[in-house]
């Protein structure tokens, strides 16, 4: 039994019906954090049930990912950790789709890439995280373009990710050498040069680049 249609996909509005603002609170960012948490368990071990709205899927959460809907919240101690952990499961939910189907899931990526990295790039490790990578890291070559206005971005994010699993590595360290070949030595080390020298530094020891 199919469990969603088209028809009921949920769909972020930031303005009301008299085209006000929407004023979300910590309660109802919390059940979006659960439904978006939902879809990518879903996605992992049920997949026929999102592939007929996939792209809608897609689409919200990268407006979401985008959007500024917790400026809206009162001020708190629990409104950074909110925005956090919320965006967090997005980038989550959003790599597990790209594991899915990356090439469906491609287009999405100049929307995505840099919220994604830093949502992603100082969390602790977990299978969850690992998955999330390897859909991110499968979309790439099917729009590597979608990447290279935030191309430092990413490479902090996988230098902050200590310790991968020895194939995911091996993942990170094609995608490098592919577009250092892609640009050129000359080209490539000019690029370098406008990076973080720490991030310069660390991608050198990492991935030898």
Sequence with gaps: MNCFSNSEVPEYNSTDAAGKPQIYDENRILICNNAC????EIAMKIPEQIKPIFKD???SLADLLNSNILSDLQSSQNSD????HFTKTISITLGRLGKLDPQSAAYCLPRIIKPWCLALRYISGSEEKVQAFRGLCAMIPYNPIGIA?????FCEALVEFKNPTQELEYIFQN??????QC??????NAYLESFPPQLKKELNTRFRQ
Excluded: H
């Design 183 to 188: 640009l050129g030595v000359v080209e490539w």
């Design 57 to 59: 899927v897609i689409n």
């Design 149 to 153: 206005d935030s191309f430092p971005y």
């Design 37 to 40: 948490w939902a879809l990518g």
């Design 81 to 84: 950790q909110i925005l956090k």
């Design 175 to 180: 995608l490098i050498v592919t577009f250092k």
